[in-house]
């Protein structure tokens, strides 16, 4: 009998060892998260760590964490140190925000056997910083306003603007621009009128964050009410600017009108949003400045002038009193301003011409106002004549200069088969001065002299790739007198 029942006794046994031969290991593996507990303070610069009682295989471990807070998950890099892992957020971590790591699934130990873990702790981040608040906000809760209102938030602490923008929402809703006038001051202002006897309310989320990464604690809001609209629109103000194609944007901003220049504009501010396709219609200049009226905004127009009008002279900016708000409200009278241009004109200082031989002829540019004559006298029957012109102005570059060069004019006036000379050479000794050098000129005997005309015309610019440019405004002529030695 006792054989008989140890056999099955000893193939118990065996069966025992065999299985201890498997590895299967039954110790478990211990988990502690730091900070400890649940609901415990992370100081200020604190990140968590998790700790585990002996030697882990550091992927599995890391696939069995996960670190979130009530707003999602948190990305953070993974730190090893021995047994010890740090989680560190990517992005830090906000004050007073709840977060939650956990270790929960199979985590291989460093003897290959697996194990099965669920821990978890919750904590509080906290900042010696304390949260930004809104001291104050216009409209005041319940206040009464225009149609033109804007909302302005003053927080207790310099913000993170694009949080703030972000997190800020009107109802019913309206489009808004935003500005700053320091990091602590928003300003919400509707880009459409806002309806008249309507109730409005504000909201700020608690996404909204100073500029260190802490947010508001809660959602803030507020409300008003818009009143009927009896306020006429008008002209606030008139500032010269230049537009600036790579932007798109009016830029080099100047208060007031006088003095635009070519290749300016003039922007024109209204209290409030008006009836943009009538300002584009009726918006002018007097008289004979003529130019392009656009719509920048519901607020502002641009009236853009052409290059070719004539600068240096008074003008007349007009906008007409028909222009109306958005409610229907008509200006109470035109607006009427005012203003000088400036003077845009490229000058001719000086014309002198040379011979090879003959003495300088020198005429001042201001005799050139009139067509003028000068007598050239030599003793050769041809000649190379070099004439040399003096502008008031530099020229930009050579395309304007070759511009200038093919747009004077030298030709033969009298007699009629006198021939034509030929342009043998141009030069620029400098950015304002024109060396043009004719070969071919021919000298006639006393009385029958030659003579040859010289225009330089107007339209000659100092930069063909700009608006911004200075141009001669009349025709400038020269009658030289070419005669012959004996």
């Not at 009998?1 to 211990?30: E, H, I, N, Q």
Request: aromatic share 10%; charged share 20%.
């Amino acid at each position: 009998m006792w054989k008989s029942r140890a056999k099955p006794l000893l193939a118990a046994a065996l069966a025992l060892t065999a299985l201890s031969c498997d590895l299967v290991d039954l110790r478990g593996l211990d988990v502690t998260i730091y900070p400890t507990g649940q609901g415990s303070i992370l100081p200020s610069g604190g990140i968590p760590r998790i700790e585990f009682s002996e030697g882990v295989d550091r992927l599995s471990a890391e696939r069995a964490v996960t670190f979130s807070s009530q707003r999602g998950g948190v990305e953070a890099d993974y730190q090893w140190s021995g047994l010890s892992l740090s989680l560190s957020p990517r992005a830090g971590l906000e004050n007073g925000v709840r977060y939650t790591v956990s270790v929960k699934g199979q985590i291989t130990k460093s003897n290959l056997n697996a194990v099965s873990v669920d821990a978890s702790a919750t904590f509080y981040y906290a900042t010696d910083e304390a949260f930004p608040t809104i001291l104050s906000t216009l409209p005041e809760y319940g206040a009464v306003v225009g149609v033109a209102a804007t909302v302005e938030l003053r927080f207790s602490a310099p913000m993170d603007r694009e949080s703030v923008e972000d997190a800020f929402s009107l109802s019913p809703s309206a489009e808004c621009r935003y500005s700053w006038p320091s990091d602590d001051v928003m300003v919400a202002t509707p880009v459409e009128a806002l309806s008249p006897l309507t109730y409005y309310s504000w909201r700020l989320s608690n996404d909204a964050a100073t500029q260190t990464g802490v947010r508001v604690w809660s959602e803030r809001e507020g409300t008003f009410y818009t009143a009927a609209d009896f306020q006429s629109p008008d002209v606030l103000s008139v500032d010269k600017a230049r537009y600036d194609q790579a932007s798109g944007q009016y830029v080099d901003v100047v208060p007031g009108a006088d003095g635009l220049a070519r290749g300016q504009v003039l922007l024109v501010t209204f209290s409030e949003p008006v009836d943009m396709a009538e300002a584009v219609r009726s918006i002018r200049v007097e008289t004979g400045f003529r130019g392009t009226v656009v719509a920048v905004s519901s607020t502002v127009a641009a009236f853009e002038p052409e290059p070719a009008n004539n600068f240096g002279l008074d003008y007349t900016l007009v906008v007409p009193k028909e222009i109306q708000d958005l409610s229907g409200i008509a200006m109470q009278e035109d607006y009427r301003l005012d203003f000088s241009t400036a003077d845009m004109g490229l000058d001719i200082e000086e014309v002198s011409l040379q011979t090879d031989t003959a003495m300088p002829a020198i005429v001042a540019g201001a005799n050139l106002s009139a067509p003028t004559a000068v007598r050239m006298s030599d003793f050769e029957p041809y000649y190379d004549l070099r004439i040399t012109i003096v502008f008031s102005l530099t020229f930009a570059d050579a395309a304007a200069r070759l511009a200038a060069v093919d747009a004077i004019m030298f030709d033969p006036y009298f007699p009629a088969g006198a021939p034509s000379p030929t342009l043998f050479n141009v030069s620029w000794p400098d950015a304002r001065t024109l060396v043009l050098h004719y070969q071919g000129v021919e000298g006639g005997d006393d009385p029958a002299f030659n003579y040859y005309k010289l225009i330089v015309p107007k339209g000659i610019k100092t930069d063909t790739d700009s608006d911004f440019y200075y141009a001669t405004t009349d025709e400038a002529w020269l009658y030289i007198e070419m005669e012959a030695g004996v």
